[in-house]
């Protein structure tokens, strides 16, 4: 189970840190991801994070803003958000995955229940 936390009403430029706690004993194996989801929208990737933290992958929307990483003893993995833009508004979910690389929805389970990130300009 994965629980997301963090999100919240910032304003264009502000920072935001979102949390996703797991409760397995399994979670260092997982490949781990954030998804996000606007009104009306498909659910589209975000950011990927490597069981190990070597490697990490963007959606072009978000590189060099956003920043995912790990804490593996801990269960948590987190998505800093700098420099947040009102088309970054969305539920922000994260998920897990054994297979890393991949973006395509069915490959992930499970997911968080989301969180709500709102940006107004």
């Known amino acids: 189970q994965l629980v997301e936390s963090g999100g919240g009403l910032v304003q264009a430029g502000d920072s935001l840190r979102l949390s996703c706690a797991a409760s397995?004993?399994?979670?260092?194996?997982?490949?781990m991801c954030w998804f996000r989801q606007a009104p009306g929208k498909e659910r589209e990737f975000v950011a990927g994070?490597?069981?190990?933290?070597?490697?990490?992958y963007y959606s072009d929307s978000v590189k060099g803003r956003f920043t995912i990483s790990r804490d593996n003893p801990n269960d948590s993995v987190y998505l800093q958000m700098n420099n947040l833009k009102p088309e970054d508004t969305a539920v922000y979910y994260c998920?897990?995955?054994?297979?890393?690389?991949?973006?395509?929805?069915?490959?992930?389970?499970?997911w968080g229940q989301g969180t709500q990130v709102t940006v107004s300009s």
């Open positions: 397995r004993h399994t979670f260092s194996v997982y490949t």
């Open positions: 998920a897990a995955t054994l297979k890393y690389g991949t973006t395509f929805r069915g490959d992930f389970r499970p």
């Open positions: 994070i490597s069981w190990n933290e070597a490697d990490t």
